[in-house]
């Protein structure tokens, strides 16, 4: 199920939505199923693109996934969206991404802001990267249910 009622996620202000909150799509919603069930992604080339500020899943030299950056200070990395294209997703290829650009991260000796609700939800379900976020900026946290 995809409904994009049953998840709520709050922005903060630097995300300059009015209300702190933002809509998600259907696109997302079918990722943040995934990152919920975690499969295991077929083999892919992971590539960290500094000059575009994308990490990249690449398949047969095609780039099938991507979670754009922002460097922020010498110390935080800001995740802004994890994209898949749609014959590659249910397959695992954002839960992995995700997976390889917060151990990168983590070797780089940095933080993150996460502006992306797939990462939020990804780590939600795996708490051993929860020290990866900004205490200072941690960015979008999930919110109320509203009626």
């Not at 922005?11 to 933002?22: L, M, S």
């Not at 290829?93 to 609700?117: H, S, W, Y």
């Not at 976020?133 to 919110?143: A, E, N």
């Amino acid at each position: 199920m995809t409904d994009a009622t049953r998840y709520h996620f709050e922005y903060p202000d630097e995300a300059a939505y009015p209300d702190e909150k933002g809509a998600l799509g259907q696109d997302q919603t079918v990722l943040i199923d995934e990152v919920t069930d975690d499969p295991r992604a077929p083999a892919f080339d992971f590539v960290n693109d500094k000059k575009t500020g994308i990490y990249e899943a690449i398949v047969g030299g095609t780039e099938i996934a991507g979670l754009p950056y922002n460097i922020a200070g010498d110390d935080r990395v800001v995740l802004l969206a994890t994209s898949v294209f749609p014959e590659f997703r249910k397959q695992g290829f954002a839960t992995e991404l995700i997976r390889r650009v917060l151990n990168d991260v983590r070797g780089q000796g940095k933080t993150v802001t996460i502006m992306c609700p797939i990462v939020r939800t990804f780590i939600e379900h795996n708490p051993e990267y929860a020290d990866l976020i900004d205490p200072k900026h941690p960015g979008v946290s999930r919110g109320s249910r509203r009626s």
